[in-house]
Nanobody
Framework: QVQLVESGGGLVQAGGSLRLSCAAS????????MGWFRQAPGKEREFVAA????????YYADSVKGRFTISSDNDKNAVYLQMTSLKPEDTAVYYC????????????????WGQGTQVTVSS
């Protein structure tokens, strides 16, 4: 059974940092593109960041570029989202996702999704 399990969310003050983790299991993700998404209350889910599990350049939404970094750790079978200089508008439930197509991840059309982790940034 394929599972993506996010963790690391919480409450942080504006300007602070958090690192989200996505533990992947149930299959080999080396050929997959991985992504992070977020959904704020009353808003649609939006793309945050994407990368190939195997590495290479990443792609970010303009709203997080320069502040967030996506990375993967093959040994730990995990993907991370390092978030710095957090703003109240970053408050959302953050989801990890995976798909064989990079374009699919960017479009939010992913085969696998995690259950989400809440990030709240106070002003």
């Amino acid at each position: 059974q394929v599972q993506l399990v996010e963790s690391g969310g919480g409450l942080v003050q504006a300007g602070g940092s958090l690192r989200l983790s996505c533990a992947a299991s149930g299959r080999t993700f080396s050929s997959y593109a991985m992504g992070w998404f977020r959904q704020a209350p009353g808003k649609e889910r939006e793309f945050v960041a994407a990368m190939w599990w195997s590495g290479g350049s990443a792609y970010y939404a303009d709203s997080v570029k320069g502040r967030f970094t996506i990375s993967s750790d093959n040994d730990k079978n995990a993907v991370y989202l390092q978030m710095t200089s957090l703003k109240p508008e970053d408050t959302a439930v953050y989801y990890c996702a995976a798909d064989l197509k990079y374009a699919g991840v960017v479009a939010g059309e992913c085969d696998y999704w995690g259950q989400g982790t809440q990030v709240t940034v106070s002003s």
